[in-house]
């Protein structure tokens, strides 16, 4: 049976990031580690059909370069991740909601214009001589919109 054999040295790449990249072979080979020496691991690829040799070696390689990146973002993003967990976890009371889920800013604004429509209301009721406002604003209004489109 065909095999190939790579050497990959753990001055370039972590034990970790040599046998990701072996796993994502396995669909295709079969995938042998074992150390070679203190700095080094030999890896072997054996086909399960007939696939190319150096097309595996080519495809090797290139996951490597691609774990070795994927394990670099994440030990440089880890504190970035930890600060989510915790901010996802953890409440710390800074931004307080009511029972509507309401912000206090928000709560503030929603009282304006609740004010704002009452006195406009009461402006209202005062131009019609006190009367109370019994239509809406469609059945008071809406023949005359209605006619000017």
Do not use: C, H
Request: charged share 40%; no cysteine.
């Amino acid at each position: 049976m065909k095999e190939i054999s790579v050497k990959v040295g753990l001055n370039k790449y972590s034990l970790e990031t040599i046998r990701y990249s072996a796993y994502s072979l396995t669909d295709e080979a079969y995938v042998f580690l074992r150390f070679a020496g203190r700095g080094a691991v030999e890896v072997k690829i054996t086909p399960k059909s007939n696939a190319n040799l150096n097309t595996l070696r080519k495809r090797f390689l290139r996951e490597l370069e691609d774990e070795k990146l994927r394990e670099r973002l994440f030990r440089e993003n880890a504190a970035l991740r930890e600060f989510l967990v915790i901010k996802a976890l953890t409440d710390d009371g800074k931004v307080p909601k009511t029972e509507d889920g309401l912000t206090p800013e928000q709560e503030k604004e929603l009282d304006e214009l609740i004010k704002q429509v009452e006195e406009e209301i009461e402006r209202e009721n005062k131009k019609e001589g006190g009367k109370q406002v019994t239509m809406t604003w469609e059945e008071r209004y809406g023949a005359r919109s209605e006619g000017k489109k």
